[in-house]
């Protein structure tokens, strides 16, 4: 499989983006969160993603020129409208927003509105914890996938939560992930891979356990919108209400409370994610010191109760280790690539004519 | 079993808090809480419940006289000292106080330290809902039963989350659980009527799955503390990595950011509920007339959808709903109360004296 460094991808990927006419900014911000996701190991997130948002630009689905805006507001609240520019720029200025009122009254909440696709969570949650506070996203996923508890059809999107959350000296907490079994981007990325995925991600269109992602995904890694494909399941499986309950819940968050809508209006858009961030300001609130003092006694302790015989890890883990350990090994070893979507890639950069030094050796 | 009218038990209940020394206005508030669960159809959090109270006043762990007080305050956020009151006093403070702060500034989060257990959750979350706002509620319960994803001891509690919203015609939506595969009220529950509970609830001490309540619980109901007792499963069974984060995140939002503690916190007491309530303003984020619009039409869309041969609803149920028919039913029919808690209620009025009509045939 292809393997490169962030670094030779991110001029690639920049020039891409400038290219189809996007500004230096947006671009940098846009390419800097897809390999950020594929550094933390959300591969399904990361740097392949840029030929969809090539393909939304051509579509006139994401408006490459525009600057999300502030349409309602007060010291605690605020709506951002993105005005379909790139969901990263929105969600970003969405959670400095939060951030910003966090600070000064110990709570921010701030929803998007006309946003497209804003990747992962965590990088926006994580800009919270950065500031020494406490960050929270959730987002609605318009585009239906997920089977409802007691269900037998695509109703929910892959819905996901994160929320971030600083330590004193452990890893920060970072809680990031779809309330669907996974997120959808992985059942693609294992079909692109030609491989088989768990079971109890998905059912076929029968409602039948399967390995095979080809019942949910088209082999170039989309979703299979096709009539005999199948569905996600929630995590926790089928008979998971729970987790069902909290898909349903993001819908009423991040899709209905902002105003973008849930996956039952017809206004809200195929591609649009809602979202809702909330940032709680923790000196306000019980003060750094103590707060970091006792996530790190949290996590200690995690650290030392016993694991199960066969346990994969050493010990008991605690959410963004995962993300942890992946950034430090892949910004040296490199990021895998599958040959199909670096082929798309590829064939991008030279549809755009792009110079580049991947030769076919490299590819 | 024996069964009641909810006024008949909430006299008795009520002359029970009286007796001890409670307030009339405190005891009303903590007796309608557990008669409302019983109503709603949580029973592991119902009327039962006032004999683990009377106990915890009697070893002056409740402080039947305590009033909450607030500690720290901005527009947006408030801690809450309930000076180890009932919880029920010091959460519902908590919840109208965020609801205030919403009604002026959008967004309220506010934090109890020194509190109770408070109950069930969705009431308090319902009191947001009934005034045209989304209320959330978290708790971290110290108390260990769950063992961590990978892990093979106890270590988080119970630890629930409840979001309430309105909506137009339809039922309002009240999501409401545990992060435990069940609340533990509910093992016991089945361990005081003698009957077997679902496999993945629980495990035994050696990591096997059971279906014997006694493998976690004592007869009476209560939790078993010896050294062959098992542990409670996150829900979506012990594969579930993503319903124990969830669990470890309630530690941090309910117990370290309000500044109540963790499980792994020793200042953290074994009764204490750590709790954080938001609420958010529907009004000043979007309009309550689109927003019930919209939560109409998620919900009619939800219940349109097929549903699989075996279900055992009609049609695909939206959270809230279980809790409406419940409490319909109930309030017609009466709270049935087993014989082992509906003794000791018996047991506990006799000792404080009290005259009853309860007489040997309704027990």
Redesign the interface.
């Given at each position: 499989m292809p393997r490169f460094q962030a670094d030779e991808i991110r001029a690639l990927e920049v020039s891409i983006l400038r290219h189809l006419g996007a500004s230096q900014e947006h671009a940098e911000l846009v390419v800097d969160m897809l390999i950020e996701a594929s550094l933390v190991g959300h591969d399904s997130h990361g740097v392949h993603y840029i030929t969809r948002y090539a393909d939304r630009i051509k579509r006139g689905i994401i408006d490459k020129k525009a600057i999300p805006e502030i349409t309602?507001e007060?010291?605690?609240?605020a709506?951002v409208d993105g005005h379909w520019g790139f969901g990263q720029v929105t969600a970003k200025r969405a959670m400095e927003v939060a951030i910003e009122?966090a600070g000064r009254?110990?709570?921010?909440?701030v929803?998007c509105i006309h946003c497209n696709h804003i990747g992962r969570l965590g990088a926006y949650t994580s800009m919270a914890a950065e500031k020494g506070m406490?960050g929270l996203m959730v987002v609605n996923v318009v585009h239906p996938t997920v089977q409802?508890?007691?269900?037998?059809?695509r109703?929910l999107g892959s819905n996901p939560i994160s929320?971030a959350?600083p330590a004193g000296n452990s890893n920060p907490?970072l809680?990031d992930?779809a309330?669907s079994a996974v997120a959808e981007g992985k059942i693609g990325w294992a079909a692109m891979k030609g491989e088989k995925i768990p079971m109890g991600w998905i059912v076929d269109h029968e409602?039948h356990d399967t390995n095979d992602p080809l019942d949910f995904s088209l082999p170039n890694g989309s979703v299979d919108e096709s009539e005999g494909s199948g569905r996600m399941l929630s995590?926790?499986?089928r008979d998971?209400?729970?987790?069902y309950?909290?898909s349903?819940?993001m819908?009423?968050?991040a899709?209905?409370?902002?105003?973008a809508?849930?996956?039952?209006?017809k206004d809200h858009h195929l591609y649009e994610n809602g979202v809702l961030a909330?940032v709680?300001?923790?000196q306000?609130?019980?003060?750094l010191g103590?707060?970091a003092q006792?996530?790190d006694?949290?996590i200690?302790?995690?650290h030392k109760?016993?694991?199960?015989a066969a346990?994969?890890?050493h010990h008991?883990?605690?959410?963004g280790e995962f993300e942890t350990a992946n950034h430090e090994k892949r910004l040296k070893e490199g990021i895998d690539i599958p040959e199909t979507p670096w082929k798309q890639i590829l064939q991008l950069a030279e549809e755009l004519g792009i110079d580049h030094d991947f030769g076919p050796l490299r590819s």
């Open positions: 309602k007060t010291v605690g609240t709506i009122k009254v110990g709570v921010g909440a929803g406490v409802p508890f007691g269900g037998a059809s109703v929320v959350a907490f809680l992930f309330t409602g995590f926790g499986g998971s209400h729970k987790a309950a909290l349903l819940l819908e009423v968050l899709g209905i409370l902002p105003g809508g849930s996956t039952a209006d909330i709680l300001n923790i306000i609130l019980t003060g103590e707060f006792r996530m006694s949290l200690q302790r995690v109760e016993p694991v199960r346990f994969q890890y008991i883990q605690v959410p």
